[in-house]
């Protein structure tokens, strides 16, 4: 099981827009079978994740690893960084003008560097999902199977006001990170989940409501590992997801796609609606393209992706 970092540089990268970058690194981790020896799961990062999916510290460890659904007995799980994540990352410039195409271009580019014909599956949660969408809009071929999970493949105007308010909060706080973040973790649960958890109970040796208790350790816990530039950048790139950004319909885009396509949603996600995917699906359908939708059941929310392994275990048995 290969998992140090490595690094890929991309020279003289030209963005959607049509801008140059002298120089970009691209950092990624394989976790399984070594890069050209089996068949190569990408798997997309969330907006506050990185590049350790699997392995004890694993952000989706449940869900990959040995003989666990995605199986790195049989598959290489290749996971980058979005650059500007921070993880592990030095001198990047977060004045370079770029949206969540450009990522997925750097993304196809470091594909392409790595030697790697086909993927196998491109897997997504949250703003990795709608880079999942990005990447097979701008490379119809480039994976058998795509998984957006928890995502959409455009900012709604609802998810931009989110966005919106984010940055407000990261730019005129005393304490941006953390309050940003526990913004943030009332949209990833739900009314439901916080009242079944916490019950109206205290913390009294902190003089607190149990509720208050954990946003303010989500919040510190994120301070301590996440910067401000890194959530200020992260959040813009969140908010300029959109696949027909060039003009073009969404159902020119999906039709040239070659994947075949499922679609994951949580039936209780606040931030990105089932309805949303429920609209994209029934157009896909109607267009005959090879496309499914399957929902996750849960009290828990956008966060139901990271907590009802079980159920996602299940979707991705069925899949694979």
Same mark, same amino acid.
């Given at each position: 099981?290969?998992?140090?970092?490595?690094?890929?540089?991309?020279?003289?990268?030209?963005?959607?827009?049509?801008?140059?970058?002298?120089?970009?690194?691209?950092?990624?981790?394989?976790?399984?079978?070594?890069?050209?020896?089996?068949?190569?799961?990408?798997?997309?990062?969330?907006?506050?994740?990185?590049?350790?999916?699997? #392995? =004890?510290?694993?952000?989706?460890?449940?869900?990959?690893?040995?003989?666990?659904?995605?199986?790195?007995?049989?598959? *290489?799980?290749?996971?980058?960084?979005?650059?500007? %994540? #921070?993880?592990?990352?030095?001198?990047?410039?977060?004045?370079?003008?770029?949206?969540?195409?450009?990522?997925?271009?750097?993304?196809?580019?470091?594909?392409?560097?790595?030697?790697?014909?086909?993927?196998?599956?491109?897997?997504?949660?949250?703003?990795?999902?709608?880079? &999942?969408?990005?990447?097979?809009?701008?490379?119809?071929?480039?994976?058998?199977?795509?998984?957006?999970?928890?995502?959409?493949?455009? +900012?709604?105007?609802?998810? =931009?006001?989110?966005?919106?308010?984010?940055?407000? =909060?990261?730019?005129?706080?005393?304490?941006?990170?953390?309050?940003?973040?526990?913004?943030?973790?009332?949209?990833?649960?739900?009314?439901?989940?916080?009242?079944?958890?916490? %019950?109206?109970?205290?913390?009294?040796?902190?003089?607190?409501?149990?509720?208050?208790?954990?946003?303010?350790?989500? #919040?510190?816990?994120?301070?301590?590992?996440?910067?401000?530039?890194?959530?200020?950048?992260?959040?813009?790139?969140? *908010?300029?997801?959109?696949?027909?950004?060039?003009?073009?319909?969404?159902?020119?885009?999906?039709?040239? =796609?070659?994947?075949?396509?499922?679609?994951?949603?949580?039936?209780?996600?606040?931030?990105?609606? &089932?309805?949303?995917?429920?609209? &994209?699906?029934?157009?896909?359908?109607?267009?005959?393209?090879?496309?499914? %939708?399957?929902?996750?059941?849960?009290?828990?929310?956008?966060? +139901?992706?990271?907590?009802?392994?079980?159920?996602?275990?299940?979707?991705?048995?069925?899949?694979?």
């Amino acid at each position: 099981m290969e998992e140090e970092l490595n690094h890929i540089l991309l020279e003289d990268f030209e963005t959607l827009s049509g801008s140059k970058i002298k120089k970009l690194q691209i950092s990624y981790q394989v976790f399984g079978k070594k890069l050209g020896s089996a068949p190569v799961i990408v798997v997309n990062h969330a907006l506050t994740g990185n590049s350790l999916v699997s #392995g =004890i510290n694993g952000w989706w460890s449940d869900i990959i690893g040995f003989e666990k659904p995605i199986d790195t007995t049989k598959y *290489s799980v290749l996971c980058f960084n979005i650059p500007g %994540n #921070g993880f592990n990352e030095n001198n990047f410039d977060f004045n370079l003008d770029l949206n969540l195409g450009d990522i997925a271009l750097m993304f196809i580019k470091a594909i392409d560097k790595l030697k790697i014909g086909k993927l196998h599956a491109i897997i997504g949660g949250s703003i990795g999902g709608c880079l &999942t969408w990005e990447m097979i809009a701008l490379k119809n071929d480039l994976a058998s199977i795509i998984i957006p999970v928890a995502a959409d493949w455009k +900012a709604t105007d609802w998810l =931009i006001a989110n966005t919106f308010l984010q940055d407000r =909060i990261l730019k005129n706080s005393k304490d941006p990170v953390s309050d940003a973040r526990i913004h943030a973790m009332t949209f990833y649960r739900t009314p439901k989940s916080l009242n079944t958890r916490f %019950n109206r109970t205290k913390n009294l040796d902190k003089n607190m409501y149990n509720v208050e208790s954990w946003l303010s350790h989500h #919040g510190e816990k994120l301070r301590q590992r996440f910067s401000l530039e890194s959530y200020l950048f992260m959040n813009k790139l969140l *908010s300029s997801t959109d696949i027909t950004r060039d003009g073009e319909s969404l159902i020119n885009k999906i039709s040239k =796609i070659k994947s075949s396509i499922h679609v994951i949603s949580v039936d209780s996600d606040v931030f990105f609606l &089932t309805d949303e995917d429920h609209e &994209t699906v029934s157009i896909a359908k109607k267009n005959n393209i090879d496309i499914k %939708n399957h929902i996750i059941k849960s009290i828990h929310g956008h966060d +139901a992706f990271l907590i009802e392994t079980k159920q996602i275990s299940d979707i991705f048995t069925k899949i694979f």
